[in-house]
């Protein structure tokens, strides 16, 4: 957002102009001018009831400002807003994340599984500005969090709201699939994909994963599964979100990843382990390159008039130092 001027010599006008003349006006003095003594000779000069220099020097003050207010009005002040439109429709994504106790095994160089790919998820959305990227979260059930948007403030917000355990302690990764497959059915964009994160077997859930896979192949939605964490005696730390019972240790991750390669080979899509975090980023990476769609983007201007407040300032203190002079010091001035 910028501030300007339609014509900028009148605002200049008000900034040099005017303060030039004010000065000028101060230092210099009429050669006509005589100073007559009023009062009786020999006696006291007339003087006013009170002192009210100060107040006259005020009320020129504000003259001055009205006028100058006067002229930025006459200038024109515009507010000029510049925003980016895309011109070509970007891909709709829907990211199916796990939820279960599993995800908070913190192995990817310190931070948890879950912690991890929240925040890559984020970066992703911030690097597309123009796909439209929904989340689902799976659990013992699956549910839709934040439909396909360009909104990143509502998908952020909602990603941070995310937590372990919140659909239970299961994983329904063939309802997860279903849920995406459903809300991106009818999608027109030129590119749908569904990418699901995951540590673990499916073990809940009325879908079979391999059955809700099929159906995103059947429908042209590009399938990636990616396979985060590794194997063996991993630490845990999360709060329960039903019982707000904090839970640590250790649990023994069995991590397999050929459940995972044959789920996405039976919805003809990509798997990628990430046993490490810059594993995982690699794999963000590449999903990015694999999803790429055309990004054309126009700058549209708004320019909105903002005169009217300055105009009507200028007429308040213009005739506010009348009113003053008229109805309060008529009997000094």
Not at 72 to 101: C, H, M, N, Q, Y
Not at 275 to 287: E, I, M, V
């Amino acid at each position: 957002m910028s501030f300007g001027f339609e014509r900028p010599l009148l605002a200049a006008a008000a900034f040099i102009v005017l303060p030039l003349a004010a000065f000028i006006a101060r230092r210099l003095k009429s050669p006509f001018t005589a100073a007559i003594p009023l009062g009786p000779p020999g006696g006291a000069s007339f003087k006013m009831p009170r002192s009210t220099g100060g107040l006259v020097r005020t009320l020129r003050i504000l003259e001055y400002a009205g006028a100058a207010l006067l002229f930025i009005g006459a200038a024109g002040p515009v507010l000029k807003t510049s925003e980016t439109v895309w011109l070509d429709r970007g891909a709709d994504i829907l990211f199916v994340i796990d939820t279960s106790p599993s995800m908070a095994g913190i192995d990817m160089d310190g931070v948890s599984r879950f912690n991890a790919a929240r925040d890559l998820l984020s970066a992703f959305a911030e690097r597309r500005p123009a796909d439209g990227i929904g989340l689902v979260a799976l659990g013992d059930d699956a549910a839709l969090l934040v439909p396909p948007t360009t909104d990143r403030k509502l998908l952020v917000s909602r990603l941070r709201r995310l937590g372990i355990g919140e659909l239970g302690d299961g994983t329904a990764l063939g309802m997860g699939l279903a849920v995406a497959a459903f809300h991106l059915e009818k999608s027109t964009a030129p590119r749908r994909a569904v990418v699901l994160i995951s540590d673990g077997e499916n073990n809940a859930g009325a879908i079979h994963p391999e059955t809700a896979a099929a159906m995103l192949g059947e429908t042209g939605i590009s399938l990636w599964v990616i396979g985060v964490g590794s194997g063996g005696e991993i630490p845990v730390d999360y709060v329960d979100p039903r019982t707000r019972m904090r839970r640590t240790g250790t649990f023994d991750s069995r991590f397999d990843t050929g459940s995972l390669r044959r789920l996405s080979e039976a919805g003809g899509g990509f798997y990628i382990s990430a046993p490490s975090a810059d594993a995982l980023a690699a794999a963000f990476a590449r999903l990015d390159e694999g999803e790429m769609t055309v990004r054309r983007a126009g700058l549209v201007t708004s320019v909105r008039s903002c005169r009217f407040p300055f105009l009507i300032s200028a007429l308040v203190l213009l005739a506010a130092p009348g009113f003053i002079r008229r109805f309060f010091l008529g009997a000094w001035l």
